[in-house]
């Protein structure tokens, strides 16, 4: 597996919501990093260093970001630092999602493009249009746009924070 065709499927997991903006899928990757490593024996690909991931409104920071392929194609990415960014705005359908950006943090991040879900692991904080929840661990499944929070051993409890909705117009 090349990096040039991990790529792309690396940033289509990383839409990190099922209302990420629909255009962002029609744009150029870009991908910095201060190393790289492919392993096309392994299927693998390892970005190092400062990686920091743009495609359309999607922006992803963090240290490091391994891809895998398994044998169907399907693409599995795990990010870490301290902590990992992501940042992407919403698709403007329906109308109230217009101009709202979903951004997330954790110590690791992992996508799975096989079931459409992304994880949140340590110190884990997602936030859309003002509405955040913060746990240990958060599970994003794209596909259904459902979330679970869970707190850490012995860290008590899961915290959201939800913003009133506007008065209709």
Not at 152 to 169: D, H, I, M, N, Y
């Amino acid at each position: 597996m090349s990096h040039r065709t991990c790529l792309p499927l690396l940033l289509a997991l990383a839409a990190a919501a099922a209302n990420a903006e629909q255009s962002d899928s029609t744009k150029p990757t870009q991908i910095e990093a201060n190393r790289m490593h492919a392993d096309d024996a392994r299927r693998m690909n390892i970005f190092e260093g400062n990686v920091v991931v743009t495609r359309g409104t999607l922006n992803i920071r963090a240290d490091r970001i391994v891809v895998r392929q398994d044998a169907d194609g399907f693409q599995y990415a795990t990010a870490t630092g301290a902590p990992v960014r992501f940042r992407q705005r919403q698709d403007p359908k329906p109308p109230e999602t217009e101009g709202v950006w979903l951004e997330g943090e954790a110590k690791r991040i992992e996508l799975n493009e096989k079931t459409g879900k992304i994880e949140l692991f340590e110190s884990a904080r997602v936030n859309r249009g003002g509405d955040e929840v913060t746990g240990n661990y958060i599970l994003v499944d794209q596909r259904s746009d459902f979330f679970t929070v869970t707190p850490g051993k012995g860290e008590g409890r899961v915290r959201a924070t939800l913003q009133p909705k506007p008065p209709a117009k």
